[in-house]
């Protein structure tokens, strides 16, 4: 069972790692199933049918995307607010699933945005709304958030934002639509009013309903930087607590009937009310994955045992594994999945007692202090296992971690969740006397969250780590086995060896020569130039309405080439698309030199005016400020003109970074003969007809031309007269809406070549590409 259900996951994985659309890979593999139920029988197909599976969905889920034709038109639509939705200032984002049969055009499922909402959306209730829609589609880059996985992994046909329209407007709710959704809401809204706003009242909703939106970034950060963020997931120490407790209360019950002369066996009493009680709070929960895990495992144990058989816990995991590959085909691609099922997987292999609900599950440590000692070996356990899997998913790790595990795992069992949902319970009965009962308990947790901020103000609270490969977190995993692993085992200290790789940080290494990514940012530009042992950035993207291209590009992007340390910032020139995300770059380098046309939020401590002159070298690459050159007349530089222009010279190989300047600053770089060959440029102004002139075109002939633009901008950037000039010069054309992020490397050999297009070499089968580009010309360029 172990072993089928570990290569039942395998070949799901690789079901998921295909490079392109699946076409007739679901077909296929079914007769393949076939053949092999013919040949091996059903316990060999069996361990086929979670992969067989897995491309159906696949499958379904990419046919189910929004029609091309449809997208950015304004439609009609009419469903239900099926999940909880997520608020932000000015902003309401939810999971609407639409009726088809009042509006077969749009796919089951679309997120949308709601901006200057009349009303708020809750879950439950029914909507017509009037949206514009696409195909679901993020900015690509490597380390960054792939919002086209999350879409695939929830099943997302579409997304939009609803549009200003008389005809939005509420409507009759449908009775089968959404009912747990609307229970969980009713149930959400009676914890809120008892609670009166006070601040555990997002944790208790947490813990209660499974509504985790109401919990603030900071709030999450918190819990993350604590290593006490599973204590607001559902999972095995819930359910495995809410089960013991109704098995307790049902084998009570059943002495109770026997005393009154009514025939039953209370401890078949026991398990069934364990059973009802589990599937309740997983209801209530939403199902969610380390739920239905947790819920698979007692359901197992209770199945099993009242079969008078006992069931390894290796077995059960195996089992929940299984159902879960079943039930959401996709839950490989989230962090959670790995997490919740490792994690128990550590402790059985480490030889904790796990306490199981079948008979003996009262067994006893002996020793005086045994519980805790096994609950800190515990930790002790689970710090050290899941560490390489925290550092791949979240570059971070809890060093406080182990020591508040230790006080808010005891206090969430015995006190925190029983109060909040025996206070859940009482509410259906007397608001007042729930109340009661739910204010302790939102006490309590406010005091653990005061000692959970405490240990997060230390000083070594967390130890900020660079990502890792696939690759050095698999050995890193292999390493900690053996570390923890009960029995004694050869050569156990070497083993420790093998941590440095992901200590240090091995997602990249470091340039021969020079490396250059022109992240994707949409409409804006910022890039990142890195030599052996520097980096400078180049402009920082846009801003968006509640977060910046800083933030969630490139940030992400120097983690991931392990930029630990950043030596200069150049902003080109003060245009939003361009500066938005200086903030959030400033506030994680604050000793960055910062090389502007002016100071940015009052920093000059470290400012250097941008002027044409400014030069410096860094690992034998040459940096030479070009523009803005002094003016002569009365006539100044416009914004844009004003651009300040960068040279990066190695060897034979040059690369301009011009900004947005436009025709008057290009004549005067050419005029001037400041500007000659080079072998690869961005294109000024994202390809505006306002720049690219044919005299700039000719003077720098360009082998590579990088066109950093949004995917369909409302401008029509880059111009098709643009991209026409430069491929008359015989430049490759490149385009960052098409390719992603387009990493650039001069090796020791001095030749320039284009090492990763992230869109294109990084794609999979939830990847939008657009069909009608054709890139095989740069590709025989960078060949």
């Not at 039953?264 to 939403?286: I, K, Q, T």
């Amino acid at each position: 069972m172990v072993w089928g259900a570990c290569l039942a996951l395998v070949l799901v994985c690789l079901t998921q790692i295909l490079p392109g659309p699946l076409m007739l890979l679901p077909e296929l593999s079914a007769v393949a199933g076939l053949l092999l139920l013919v040949v091996g029988g059903p316990r060999s197909c069996g361990i086929m049918l979670p992969a067989i599976w897995s491309l159906f969905h696949a499958q379904w889920v990419m046919d189910e995307r929004l029609a091309v034709a449809l997208a950015g038109q304004d439609i009609l639509v009419t469903g239900t607010v099926c999940e909880f939705p997520d608020s932000a200032p000015g902003v309401y984002r939810f999971v609407l699933e639409a009726d088809r049969s009042v509006s077969p055009e749009v796919p089951g499922r679309i997120f949308l945005s709601w901006y200057e909402a009349v009303d708020r959306p809750l879950a439950g209730q029914r909507w017509q709304l009037k949206v514009r829609l696409k195909r679901p589609r993020s900015l690509s880059n490597p380390g960054s958030f792939d919002f086209e996985l999350w879409a695939f992994v929830r099943q997302l046909g579409a997304t939009g934002y609803v549009r200003r329209s008389s005809l939005n407007h509420r409507t009759p709710i449908r009775k089968n639509a959404c009912q747990l959704t609307r229970v969980r809401q009713h149930m959400a809204a009676l914890i809120e009013g008892a609670l009166d706003g006070r601040g555990a009242t997002g944790y208790l909703l947490a813990l209660s309903v499974g509504v985790k939106n109401r919990l603030s970034d900071a709030e999450w950060d918190l819990l993350r930087r604590t290593g006490t963020v599973h204590l607001m997931a559902i999972s095995g120490l819930h359910i495995g607590l809410v089960a013991a407790l109704m098995m307790l209360v049902g084998r009570q019950a059943g002495r109770i009937f026997l005393l009154a002369g009514i025939q039953c066996a209370p401890l078949y009493c026991g398990r069934w009310l364990a059973l009802v009680g589990a599937f309740v709070y997983s209801a209530l929960a939403g199902f969610a994955l380390p739920t239905v895990r947790a819920l698979v495992m007692v359901f197992t144990v209770m199945a099993l045992a009242a079969c008078r058989r006992r069931v390894p816990g290796e077995q059960a995991l195996a089992a929940a594994l299984f159902v879960v590959l079943l039930m959401e085909p996709s839950a490989p691609q989230s962090a959670g999945f790995w997490l919740s099922f490792y994690a128990v997987t550590l402790l059985l292999l480490s030889g904790i007692e796990l306490r199981s609900l079948a008979p003996g599950w009262q067994t006893r440590l002996r020793r005086p202090g045994g519980k805790m000692q096994q609950m800190f070996r515990a930790q002790v356990v689970l710090s050290i296992g899941l560490a390489p899997l925290v550092i791949f998913y979240f570059e971070q790790v809890s060093v406080v971690g182990v020591v508040a595990n230790l006080f808010t795992v005891p206090v969430f069992s015995i006190l925190i969740v029983p109060l909040t949902l025996v206070g859940m319970l009482a509410l259906l009965i007397s608001p007042a006397l729930g109340g009661k009962i739910l204010v302790p308990a939102a006490r309590i947790m406010e005091w653990v969250l005061d000692c959970l901020q405490w240990l997060d103000s230390l000083p070594f609270s967390v130890w900020e780590a660079s990502s890792t490969t696939m690759t050095w977190t698999a050995v890193a995993v292999i390493a900690t086995l053996i570390l923890i692993w009960p029995r004694p085992f050869p050569g156990r200290l070497l083993a420790a060896s093998l941590l440095i790789p992901l200590l240090g940080g091995s997602s990249a290494q470091s340039p021969e020569v020079l490396r250059i990514v022109v992240m994707d940012v949409g409409q804006g530009l910022a890039v990142l130039v890195q030599t052996a042992r520097h980096a400078l950035v180049y402009d920082t993207g846009p801003a968006f309405r509640t977060r910046n291209a800083g933030q969630t590009v490139v940030l992400p992007v120097l983690r991931h080439f392990g930029v630990r340390k950043l030596d200069a910032l150049v902003i080109s020139h003060g245009d939003a698309d361009h500066i938005g995300g200086a903030s959030s770059v400033l506030a994680a380098f604050p000793d960055v030199v910062l090389i502007a046309s002016n100071p940015i939020s009052g920093r000059s401590g470290r400012y250097r005016r941008c002027r044409a002159g400014l030069a410096w070298t860094w690992d034998t690459v040459r940096f030479s400020v070009l523009h803005p050159q002094r003016q002569t007349g009365r006539q100044s530089w416009s914004e844009n003109d004003g651009s300040c222009v960068l040279m990066v010279e190695s060897g034979a190989q040059r690369v301009l970074l011009p900004g947005d300047i436009e025709k008057r600053a290009e004549r005067a770089l050419v005029d001037d003969a400041i500007v000659s060959r080079v072998s690869l440029v961005i294109a000024p102004h994202h390809g505006s007809n306002t720049s690219s002139g044919q005299a700039f075109v000719d003077a720098t002939a360009p082998f590579y031309v990088v066109f950093p633009a949004g995917y369909k901008n409302r401008w029509g950037f880059p111009k098709s007269q643009v991209v026409e000039r430069w491929l008359r010069s015989g430049a490759c054309i490149l385009k960052t809406a098409e390719s992603g992020a387009i990493v650039f490397e001069i090796d020791a050999a001095d030749e320039l070549v284009v090492r990763w297009q992230h869109r294109l070499d990084g794609r999979r089968l939830w990847t939008e590409i657009d069909r009608k580009w054709d890139h095989r010309p740069c590709a025989r360029a960078a060949d």
